[in-house]
């Protein structure tokens, strides 16, 4: 029962890494004209705060280590929801940049920290439905901002709101620290032996340097597509900003059924399966988009959704097996900061891109990425082997 407890208190704060991952693609199409800035500068507020998730994925193994699951959850929910509150009462750009560094930093380490505990200690459709509770709060981030501005609201409501959620989501974390102090006793257990680098592991582990480059491009499709989405819609196709927000919602909606539904299919294909099917219909879903029919707009936004589901969870599963128990804390700090490079960098630089080109380049932007990330996969496949070398 406590295990089970446990598990949905870990549910609970997916859903609050969801709410603000989504928030800023689905408002900046109307935020940037109250802010008086370029449209190009989310890239800037998307590279800040994923820079912040860089570094503090990287550290998360020894924050972990010293300060224990329950704490950096507790602590890092917070952390994103007062930033969330700051976003909420600035019409300042600048301002929002120093907020972004806060937000960025409260998602990192616990990322990685319950990624890895879920993937040593729970099947793989946990997994899954682990990351639709992240795509629960991703999907519900955007269809309170696009209630907020078809009410006549400004976008600082639709943060503000994010907010009171997020606060109340670390009452319920802090309310659950005795059960999380007493569960985690056991789990947190770490050996005194030497602990090899970072490095070192990339060096000789067979696969980890094509696993860290599959994260960095299924991010950097997932992060650019949810941050231009909705821009796209707005001017290429026409679209008002509110129903651009809700299409955006569309696309994160996508994600957390398909999660939910992968949960199910684990059961009869692998991880690995998993995998190259939500890349088959990540390239459907850009397929419909291509097509000059706006009947094929809202599909294309839920396959893609779709085909990004199940593809994050199940590599993130494979860690364990793939290099070894004893690495993985450390290797799910590398992969989750490899993933958030791609999230840093490459929204940021097709924002650049898109200035000269516009926003039509972003269907060949994601297709660049989708061949890379499967033709990445297959060389994963083939350097892992049954035998991990004992470092």
Excluded at 76 to 95: I, K, R
Excluded at 225 to 240: I, N, Q, T
Excluded at 261 to 287: C, D, K
Excluded at 360 to 373: C, K, P, R
């Amino acid at each position: 029962m406590k295990k089970k407890i446990l598990l949905l208190i870990i549910y609970l704060a997916f859903i609050s890494l969801g709410l603000p991952d989504s928030l800023l693609g689905a408002a900046w199409p109307a935020m940037f004209g109250d802010l008086g800035v370029p449209v190009n500068y989310a890239g800037i507020l998307s590279l800040i705060v994923a820079a912040g998730t860089v570094v503090s994925s990287l550290f998360s193994g020894k924050v972990i280590r010293k300060f224990g699951v329950a704490s950096v959850t507790t602590f890092s929910v917070l952390m994103t929801a007062l930033a969330l509150m700051g976003y909420s009462l600035s019409d300042h750009f600048a301002f929002l940049c120093l907020l972004a560094v806060p937000l960025g930093l409260g998602a990192g380490s616990v990322d990685a920290a319950l990624n890895n505990y879920v993937a040593l200690h729970y099947e793989a459709r946990h997994m899954n439905w682990l990351h639709s509770f992240w795509g629960v709060g991703a999907a519900i981030g955007p269809m309170i901002l696009a209630g907020q501005l078809a009410r006549g609201h400004s976008w600082s409501d639709g943060y503000q709101s994010i907010a009171w959620i997020q606060l109340a989501l670390v009452a319920v974390l802090v309310a659950s620290l005795p059960l999380w102090v007493k569960n985690q006793m056991e789990d947190s257990r770490s050996t005194e032996e030497k602990r090899p680098g970072l490095f070192q592991l990339i060096q000789v582990l067979p696969g980890l340097p094509q696993a860290l480059l599959v994260f960095f491009c299924y991010c950097s499709i997932e992060a650019s597509f949810g941050l231009w989405g909705a821009s796209y819609l707005v001017f290429e196709k026409g679209f008002e900003a509110d129903l651009a927000a809700r299409y955006a919602s569309l696309y994160y909606l996508g994600i957390t059924i398909g999660r939910f539904l992968s949960g199910f299919l684990t059961r009869h294909f692998s991880n690995r399966q998993l995998v190259y099917l939500g890349q088959a219909v990540i390239g459907l879903g850009i397929a419909l988009l291509v097509l000059p029919i706006d009947a094929l707009i809202l599909p294309g936004f839920l396959a893609i959704g779709l085909g990004c589901a199940p593809i994050f969870p199940s590599l993130l599963h494979e860690t364990p097996a793939n290099f070894a128990e004893k690495h993985s804390q450390s290797i799910m700090g590398l992969q989750m900061a490899s993933a958030y490079v791609g999230i840093t960098l490459m929204p940021f630089l097709f924002g650049e891109i898109a200035t000269f080109t516009g926003q039509s380049f972003l269907l060949t932007f994601l297709g660049m990425f989708l061949v890379l990330m499967v033709g990445l996969t297959w060389n994963l496949n083939q350097k892992i082997k049954s035998k991990i070398p004992q470092i």
